[in-house]
């Protein structure tokens, strides 16, 4: 027969049972044009009642429509929201307000990379998420997370009562930072769109260091550069991971031409002085180790330089920056407890291990799971009568989330270090090759940076890391897709 059909006893016709390609699919495409209709009449009604019904002044009704007008393109190109977001992130307190609680750009932002993810998807009935390293160490994570956050809430500590929306803010900014790996591991199209987001995450670390670098020339000598993140060690923290990154692209990377290139070299070249802008001790060791780490799987004799260099550095280093790295207490007892106000309050050296002691403390009474999610401050107001934190990341999740939450924590951490490691293995492409070491670099300075304070879950940190993780991630398809292609045309 021509149809692939034979005759079987009692002479019944049988028909061949059909392939996965040969199923009726479902597509619903056309549903976004009858959205999109729908949505044109609604903005035309808001914007007449915002005119005439409630009086708005016609600048306001213009910011709406450039807003509806950016939500759409991004819709119809995910790349843009992609490119908005690296750019966003290292802006930080700059950027506008909404008014509305919790509705800030990088939010909005996310937002819109979210619908551009996920509705086009389901109108043509594809898969929303490929399995991936990641995805479950990240889910388990953010549930453990919550879990803690719910913890306090229920049975704060007796030492006070647990500000439950204040926190709920902060749990959502972070849970956000995470997320968006989700959407970069299945999204990103090919590898030109994942060099020209390095690029963009390049530039966005620029506007981060410009930003520090004005305004160290209006604070007076003794303080401390915030940049746009409001916080000295979140700053620093930030630029040791993106200098890790970017200068492993500049040595490692390749097949850019000279535009992107010189990007790449100008970004890695501002990150590594924005890293000194802040005097954390904590990030300069980080980038210490991400470098140390970069070179050293680059060569043995780029990494005997970077130990020359390293040496050398009592003699190039900032007078600032080394009496910075030499202090270990403050002169009065004051200064001691109470830190200076330029770096939100940070303790010395000796309060903050003995801080260290009290929740390790609770950690032994509490092992499993923890007091809960920010309840560090609240043991440390009974003790000194005002609110520290823990000051690392690894005691914090000791004393607030127990094992479960080390567990969690070294989960996550660990596949991370493998996607890495496995792309760079896998590698035939030069971006790939650098991108992986970046990424195993910038792993490294944040581990180190986060022995000394929490770091890792600042959006900004939290939603670049994860970013370039999803980068990550996507490359180790790229090269997957590409063997398998190659594979195929040789048999």
């Known amino acids: 027969m021509v149809d692939g059909s034979h005759t079987g006893p009692a002479g019944r016709r049988i028909r061949p049972v059909p392939t996965r390609t040969e199923l009726p699919q479902y597509n619903y495409t056309w549903l976004l044009y009858v959205l999109a209709a729908v949505l044109a009449v609604g903005l035309a009604y808001v914007i ?3 005119n ?6 016609p600048h306001r009704i213009l910011k709406i429509l450039l807003g509806v007008a950016v939500f759409t393109i991004a819709f119809f190109k995910p790349w843009v929201a992609l490119h908005a977001w690296l750019l966003a992130l290292p802006l930080g307190e700059l950027l506008p307000v ?6 800030n750009g990088p939010n909005l932002i996310l937002m819109m990379m979210v619908v551009s993810w996920i509705l086009p998807r389901v109108l043509r009935g594809e898969p929303l998420i490929m399995r991936t390293r990641l995805m479950w160490p990240i889910a388990f994570f953010l549930a453990v997370f919550f879990l803690s956050y719910l913890k306090a809430t229920f049975f704060p500590p007796i030492h006070g009562s647990f500000p439950a929306m204040m926190m709920l803010r902060r749990v ?11 959407i970069v591991a299945n999204t990103v199209k090919d590898r030109k769109q994942l060099t020209n987001l390095l690029v963009t995450f390049g530039i966005g670390c620029s506007f981060g260091v410009l930003v520090a670098i004005r305004q160290l020339g209006t604070l007076a000598a003794h303080k401390r550069v915030v940049g746009a993140m409001g916080d000295v060690n979140d700053l620093a923290a930030y630029m040791a991971m993106c200098a890790s990154m970017l200068v492993a692209l500049f040595l490692a990377g390749g097949g850019l031409g000279w535009l992107k290139r010189t990007a790449i070299m100008a970004s890695a070249g501002l990150a590594m002085v924005g890293t000194f802008l802040p005097k954390s001790r904590g990030a300069l060791l980080g980038i210490a180790a991400g470098l140390g780490l970069l070179t050293l799987k680059i060569s043995k004799r780029a990494f005997v330089v970077f130990l020359v260099i390293l040496a050398l550095s009592p003699f190039w280093v900032p007078s600032s920056v080394k009496e910075r790295v030499m202090e270990t207490r403050s002169d009065t007892v004051e200064a001691g407890l109470f830190g200076d106000p330029s770096d939100r309050l940070d303790p010395s050296a000796a309060i903050r291990l003995e801080i260290w002691g009290i929740v ?9 799971f923890g007091l809960g999610y920010a309840t560090v401050p609240l043991l440390t107001l009974a003790r000194y009568g005002r609110t520290f934190s823990s000051h690392s990341l690894y005691v914090a999740t000791a004393g607030e989330s127990g094992l479960l939450g080390l567990f969690a924590l070294t989960w996550l951490i660990v596949s991370c270090i493998k996607s890495g490691r496995e792309l760079l293995a896998r590698a035939t492409h030069r971006i790939h090759r650098g991108l992986s070491l970046g990424f195993l670099a910038a792993t490294a300075a944040l581990l180190v940076a986060n022995i000394f304070g929490q770091r890792f879950l600042h959006m900004t940190i939290a939603g670049t890391y994860f970013f370039l993780a ?3 991630d996507r490359g180790i398809y790229f090269e997957k897709t590409s063997n398998a292609l190659g594979e195929a045309e040789r048999s």
């Not at 005439?52 to 002044?57: F, R, V």
């Open 48 to 50: 007449y009642q915002l």
């Open 172 to 182: 959502w900014q972070s849970a956000l930072g995470l997320s968006v790996y989700y």
């Open 360 to 368: 390790l403390k609770e950690f032994v009474r509490n092992p499993i």
């Open 470 to 472: 999803g980068l990550v």
């Open 52 to 57: 005439y019904g409630y009086g708005q002044a």
């Open 98 to 103: 909404t008014g509305i609680p919790g509705v």
